[in-house]
């Protein structure tokens, strides 16, 4: 069986881990703050103290970090896995990153004789800790076959989206899909309030037609609630939108719809609301009327 490494221990990283352990394989980790490793070494698992270290004792290595320069610095940077990764083994990046960045960092990697999967994932946390992630791989369809047994231990769907880069751009249009009809539910909610409607009666008849979506039968409520608890973040979701603008900056892409939901987010955080979950939309978009 392939021995795993692991970059990255955070609310994802780590029951991420766990379940390889779970499903049988050898884990090394490294985490950046020291104390998040100690569940992993319960569960069976070894430590490391470095990235290098952990890709000089696996054949496929996982990161799951914040933001580009993160995983440049745990990939390429001091003590970087690409100092101590053994000819042939994967890198298989989980974060989500640039896609252009993740290009960049697989020529890398290849110079080394290293190949290298983007494989961003949707499902947050309660995916993370069930193992029903859904996977965007980018990255030679015969290195995602080798690593499909380890994918398949943290999540269920596993989707192979084309070359380096494209689980990337994969995920990005899911974060363009998720905001923009995140913003349709709030001006909806907002709508019937304002009309005098019931609003849990307009989700109840709405949701399961046409216009039904995951955002409208789950953040729908907790709009009506006025129910702010994080599921998603604002100011992780501003991260990902951010990672949208940027690429499409590079392909001279306007995105009307997105940049206006990016912008009423950054109103979220300027009023102190961005640890709130992404359904506080609905706050932005209500201080507008
Ligand atoms: P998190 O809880 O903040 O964890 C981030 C992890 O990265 C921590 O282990 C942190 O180490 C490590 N890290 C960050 N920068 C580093 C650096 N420069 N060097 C070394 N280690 C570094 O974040 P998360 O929620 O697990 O998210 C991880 C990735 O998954 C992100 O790209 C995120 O966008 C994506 N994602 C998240 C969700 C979600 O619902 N949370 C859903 C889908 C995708 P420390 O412990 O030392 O800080």
């Known amino acids: 069986m392939e021995k795993i490494g692991f970059v990255g221990l ?16 050898e884990v090394i980790a490294f985490n950046r703050t020291k104390e998040k490793v100690e569940e992993i070494i319960k ?23 914040s933001d580009s320069p993160d995983v440049k610095d745990v990939i390429l940077g001091e003590d970087g896995i690409i100092f101590g990764i053994i000819e042939g083994s994967v890198v298989i990046d989980m974060s989500t990153i640039s896609p252009s960045v993740t290009r960049n960092i697989a020529e890398k990697l290849k110079e080394k004789n290293v190949e290298m999967l983007d494989a961003p994932v949707s499902g947050g946390d309660v995916g993370a800790i069930n193992a029903t992630l859904s996977i965007m791989v980018g990255g030679n ?13 943290m999540g269920k769907t596993i989707t192979h989206c084309g070359t380096n880069g494209m689980g990337q751009t994969t995920k990005l249009c899911n974060q363009i899909l998720v905001s923009v009809t995140n913003m349709a539910v709030a001006e909806a909610v907002l709508f019937a309030q304002k009309s005098g409607l019931e609003a849990h009666t307009m989700v109840e008849a ?20 006025e129910d702010y608890a994080p ?17 499409a900056e590079e392909m001279h892409l306007p995105l009307p719809a997105l940049t206006y939901v990016h912008q009423l987010y950054k109103s979220n955080q300027a009023n102190g609301e961005g640890r709130e979950g992404t359904q506080a939309l609905y706050k932005s978009v209500k201080r507008l009327a």
Request: hydrophobic share 45%; glycine share 12%.
């Open 10 to 25: 955070g609310i994802m990283g780590k029951p991420m881990a766990l379940n390889l352990l779970k499903a049988g394989f």
């Open 231 to 247: 599921g998603f973040m604002i100011d992780l979701q501003q991260k990902d939108l951010r990672l949208v603008i940027e690429a």
């Open 141 to 153: 369809l015969s290195t995602l076959e080798r690593c499909r047994k380890v994918l398949e231990a």
């Open 43 to 65: 569960a069976g698992g070894k430590a490391a103290n470095t990235p290098k270290e952990v890709a000089e004792s696996s054949d496929i290595i996982i990161t799951m970090v």
């Open 206 to 225: 709405t949701k399961g037609g046409a216009a039904g979506s995951w955002q409208l039968a789950n953040l729908g409520p907790k709009m009506v609630n």
